[in-house]
RNA sequence: GCCAACGUAGCUCAAUCGGCAGAGCAAUGCUUUUGUAAAGCAUAGGUUAUGGGUUCAAGUCCCAUCGUUGGCUCCA
């Protein structure tokens, strides 16, 4: 029977990684008596149970070794077999807090239970609870509503596997003690294991790390600096292709394009409200001549700067201010990744400053561009979030009627363009509600690419105002979006998308000629000079590699076409097509081959 | 920033218990003139991330720093 239209929490499989969460756990408890346990819930593809080990001689945390996950392993797999029934009840409140005395992150768990906060998951609960569930095999007992398989035995102890261990803070909060977590993954059986575990080497041969150096996109260099990556030519290429087809697409929406500086004086960002803010994500100020300037952090301020350049009137609006606006933060160490979270970063930015009447329209006019551009990628793989205030935390500037009229105003765009969304508390900007298009990489995480942004407070801060058809003053909204989002992070993730093999338009190389003899290089050069002359990337392979082996280059180098010249084609004004698919098109005339990549190429076509 | 693992030639990797730093690819030179995924031979390439320490002897053991990777936290 499928389970594909099952919620993965009622799943079988859920249900398979839960009790291997629990069956390992018992291993660990077994091998380190006085680890303390935490939490240990599925996740996507497997499992982790998080675990206090407490601390060694010099009071560092204990923290798990290779050789202990192995030991672990053998133990969890073993217990698997030595079979025991999962067996359910529950405890009042007096009785559980007794029984977990020595465990104190369980008694923290039951005590927010009992109070009526929060769950283990750290969702609210509704009501405070009276007894917990709990579930026992053997001698190991948890605090857990489950749902368990019936017996260990049903996990299978070829089908689950210890992955890594790592850090993670109770609660993920960096403010709790950190915990040990060990990940593992398990399935129905040995084959889906194996299938697993080989989905994630394929996974990491098309990770853009790997592909940017074997295609020669970019290079992050030490002496540069961690997170400031330098674009190689190829790379060069195909953003600037990208960055080409997006303009076009502006211009053609009325967007005007600006530029501006990489550095602002401090009080511009004190004035918007980022630097207090993100003080400690940015790079220091610079000092000039007792003048504090930032690297830019943002482009919105300097783009308000040129908003209020001149007097505005509402004939003026909606002003669509566009640029590709390079921007610096000073990320956390741990957290920087190839091309898809930098330090330095370009941002296809834009801010629209429209009236109150306008703001529905104008945001409906930027999600369809975003999808527009998400088409032209052949993106479809993609979730939208609607990132509003958490009303508890005091990080959210402006006042709650802001917030509700820019929710209210993303809702009715998306709720009229049939757009999929889904609510996230907590996940706006500190300025303004957003909704985000969120993408994943080979590795499964979620990166934020597109984003559209309302905004009540910075034309507030800054004062900004046009005069309307009434003769008043009034104060105008401010969209702040960006398709790709960083043309950083998105190519990160076009590479992956396409495994480095890019539709045409975007190949940074399209053409590879390959002469069979010296004696052809003449000729390839014209052919070369001709295609070149209609607007397409050409190479010649003029080294003294064999045939074969130019061929095995450009295929390694993911290039669209090969052309195969020889005596005869050099004969006929022709050029034997070979498609980096490895289909072998024979010989076709030289126009007939330029005529066809054109139309392809102007189409933005994936089609060879 | 926190936890852990890792860092050897441009790239991918080897070097047993601490005992002469190696291979393939790439590069360069020569030979070969080739019909759809790797021709042959030769040459060159290294302060083993950096700085200290232990030792007769350190790529290998210890400490620190930098960086990378996987998580955690953060992400305007």
Request: net charge negative; glycine share 8%.
């Amino acid at each position: 029977m499928s389970e594909q239209n099952i919620p993965y929490e009622q799943s079988e499989l859920y249900r398979l990684r839960h009790s291997a969460a629990h069956v390992m756990a018992e291993a660990v408890k077994e091998l380190f008596p006085e680890a303390k346990l935490a939490i240990g819930p599925p996740i996507e593809d497997g499992f982790y149970y998080d675990f206090d080990l407490g601390k060694d001689e010099n009071g560092k945390a204990r923290t798990f070794t290779p050789e202990d996950l192995e030991k672990i392993e053998l133990r969890f797999k073993e217990l698997l077999k030595q079979n025991a029934k999962f067996e359910q009840y529950t405890l009042t409140v007096e009785q559980a807090l007794v029984h977990f005395a020595d465990q104190p992150y369980k008694l923290e768990l039951i005590r927010d239970l009992a109070a009526g906060k929060v769950d283990e998951m750290g969702n609210p609960t509704t009501e405070p609870a009276q007894e917990v569930g709990i579930y026992q095999h053997r001698q190991f007992i948890d605090l857990c509503r489950g749902p368990h398989v019936g017996y260990t035995s049903q996990v299978r102890a070829n089908a689950v596997k210890i992955l890594r261990a790592s850090g993670a803070y109770w609660r993920g909060d960096e403010k709790n003690p950190q915990l040990q977590r060990i990940y593992g993954t398990a399935w129905p059986n040995k084959v889906e294991l194996d299938d697993y575990l080989k989905r994630l080497e394929e996974a990491r041969n098309r990770d853009h790390r790997r592909l940017g150096k074997q295609l020669g996109l970019f290079h992050i260099s030490q002496l540069v600096g961690s997170g400031l990556p330098l674009w190689l030519p190829n790379g060069a290429i195909l953003r600037e292709e990208l960055e080409r087809f997006l303009r076009q697409a502006q211009l053609d929406r009325g967007y005007l394009p600006v530029i501006t500086p990489h550095i602002g004086k401090l009080d511009l960002y004190i004035t918007s409200g980022h630097y207090p803010y993100y003080k400690d994500s940015q790079y220091t100020p610079i000092d000039v001549d007792g003048e504090q300037f930032m690297l830019k952090p943002m482009n919105c301020p300097h783009h308000i700067e040129i908003y209020k350049s001149e007097s505005r009137s509402y004939r003026d609006l909606p002003l669509r201010l566009a640029e590709f606006g390079t921007v610096y933060r000073y990320e956390q160490s741990g957290e920087l990744t190839g091309l898809t979270r930098v330090r330095g970063f370009t941002v296809d930015d834009s801010h629209l400053f429209v009236t109150p009447e306008q703001l529905e329209a104008e945001f409906i006019g930027v999600v369809s561009l975003i999808q527009h551009v998400f088409n032209t990628m052949g993106f479809h793989d993609f979730r939208a979030r609607l990132g509003t205030n958490d009303p508890e935390s005091d990080k959210y500037a402006g006042t709650p009627e802001m917030w509700a009229q820019g929710i209210k105003a993303i809702r009715q765009a998306a709720d009229k363009v049939g757009m999929n969304y889904t609510l996230e508390v907590g996940e706006a900007a500190f300025y303004g509600p957003k909704l985000d298009f969120i993408f994943r990489d080979v590795l499964k995480r979620e990166w934020q690419l597109g984003t559209v942004q309302v905004d009540f407070l910075l034309p507030q801060r800054f004062d900004l105002e046009y005069t309307g058809e009434d003769g008043q003053k009034h104060r105008p909204v401010m969209i702040h979006r960006a398709p790709f989002g960083s043309m950083e992070r998105f190519v990160g993730i076009l590479i992956e998308h396409f495994n480095g093999a890019f539709p045409l338009w975007l190949a940074p190389v399209q053409v590879m000629m390959v002469p069979i003899t010296d004696r052809h290089n003449e000729y390839a050069r014209q052919v070369a000079q001709e295609l070149r002359a209609a607007g397409l990337r050409v190479q010649v392979d003029e080294s003294d590699d064999r045939m074969n082996k130019k061929i095995r280059n450009a295929q390694l180098q993911k290039i669209p076409y090969m052309l195969v010249v020889g005596d005869k084609e050099a004969e006929a004004h022709g050029v034997a097509v070979r498609t980096r698919t490895g289909e072998d098109r024979g010989t076709v005339a030289v126009a007939a081959f330029k005529a066809q990549a054109l139309i392809l190429t102007t189409g933005k076509s994936m089609e060879l």
